[in-house]
């Protein structure tokens, strides 16, 4: 089984900065891309940006230039940098990994999403 543990989330003002994280912890044999996602109320959930395990990355069009994505490898965190904060921004925020996981199955990958860290920009 593996965990993904977000953390960074909360109140900023418009023009603001959060920093998000997310570690994933278990039964790990390899993190293959990482990524962030978020969802607003009544809207469905979109993609923010996402980085394989290359150091490549992509990001949602409403976000480039503002949002940074990066992970440590050694650490198996995903970390989502957001600068100049828009009320539009305000959405939970989920961190997705795919994760190759060990077990005496041997290896399997799987999807694994957290828990969700809310996000609101509001002066």
Do not use: H
């Amino acid at each position: 089984q593996v965990q993904l543990v977000e953390s960074g989330g909360g109140l900023v003002q418009p023009g603001g900065s959060l920093r998000l994280s997310c570690a994933a912890s278990g039964s790990i044999f390899r993190v293959n891309d990482m990524g962030w996602y978020r969802q607003a109320p009544g809207k469905q959930r979109e993609l923010v940006a996402v980085v394989t395990s290359g150091g490549s990355t992509n990001y949602a069009d409403s976000v480039k230039g503002r949002f940074t994505i990066s992970r440590d490898n050694a650490k198996n965190t995903v970390y989502l940098q957001m600068n100049s904060l828009k009320p539009e921004d305000t959405a939970v925020y989920y961190c997705n990994a795919g994760v190759v996981e060990a077990g005496t199955w041997g290896i399997r990958p799987v999807d694994y999403w957290g828990q969700g860290t809310q996000v609101t920009v509001s002066s």
